[in-house]
């Protein structure tokens, strides 16, 4: 009997693989890669959008120029307590890293050792008498980007876990419920600012009306300088919700209800079952929503852009929007790209915070 040849056009696994990944590497490359890499390149130019567009080499080569011109200024200074409090817990977690050098993981210590370096390192520059930033807007848009995201992610995961807690039974209700949560993710950023747009206003709005039959006066609240970024936070958290119901929903149901059986039987509370046994097992999934939501809402535009165009008094300008305005309002294409990268960097660090936090959990 003779052997069974094998064909020579049979691919081995691995070459099997790689024809299988070869499209989606093309589509990434393409899409992801070659974007980001010439991202990175006009950032080191001096690169204006309308002269490029007309003449290819009327770009200049400017190296990190565009990025001193973003972080830096004439007559800074560091001091290390220039801002007590936040320096000094930088300090604080400097010690607590030389007390667990021994007894923490790698990955913590290095997380810890990054954050108080930008606690200590961060907050000690500041201008001089005569000193001034070099973009008088980069800064102040950065921090009020945080204060959107520190602002917006806290509330989104409470109330989403809360919800999700509430929804986390198996009754036709609680189904109907659960689809009626998720709509709102469904909805375009155009939608869902038109909606909160027209709650929002003093004349017509449904909170106006609330107010006046309480008898007091509407308040003006994408107008007002104190009221403008509590009306984002609102709408971004009532959009939001949706997805992360859904993502505590699968992390609760993989939790064995025997567990909550026999808390029950020793007497446990709803409230003591929540927080001795919901929260510990469902931590990855906690992490992993905490990290989704602050990547997405550094990302904000459309809330700024469409309900306060930014104001007032730039109260609601976020770092997006800054960059679409300086690429195609100023053609700064070059210091566009510089802030783009920036951003990029800021996603990087939470997205890597997640990676190293989720291997400490395994």
Known sequence: MKERRSSPFMLSETQAALVLLLPFFAVYFCFLVYPFAQGLWISLHDWNLLKVAFNPSAKEFVGLENYRRLFWGRDVEWHPLHRPVPQGLGFLMLALVGWGWRRWRREVLFVAIVMAGILIVGWGFHLGEDGRWFDRRFWPTVARTVTFVALTVPLIVIISLLLAAALNQRTRAMAVLRTLFFVSQVLSVTVVTLIWQ?????????????????????????????????????????????????????????????????????????????????????????????????????????????????????????????????????????????????????????????????????
């Open 198 to 362: 027209i709650m929002f206003s003093p004349r017509q709005g449904l909170i106006a009306n609330v107010f006046e039959g309480l008898s007091v006066e509407p308040l003006t609240w994408l107008t007002n300088e104190h009221l403008a970024m509590p009306a984002l936070v609102i709408t971004t958290v009532w959009w939001s919700i949706g997805i992360a119901v859904m993502l505590f929903l699968a992390g609760l149901q993989d939790i064995n209800p025997e567990i909550y059986e026999a808390s029950e039987m020793d007497g446990a509370t709803a409230v003591q079952s929540f927080f001795l046994i919901t929260i510990p097992n469902i931590g990855t999934t906690l992490l992993l929503v905490s990290v989704l939501q602050i990547v997405l809402h550094f990302q904000v535009f459309g809330q700024s852009h469409l309900m306060t165009g930014g104001g007032p008094n730039d109260e609601t300008q976020v770092l997006v929007r800054y960059i679409y305005q300086t690429a195609f309002r100023d053609s700064e294409m070059g210091r566009a790209s510089a802030m783009a990268m920036t951003l990029f960097v800021i996603i990087g660090g939470f997205s890597l915070l997640q990676f190293l936090l989720g291997r400490r959990r395994q």
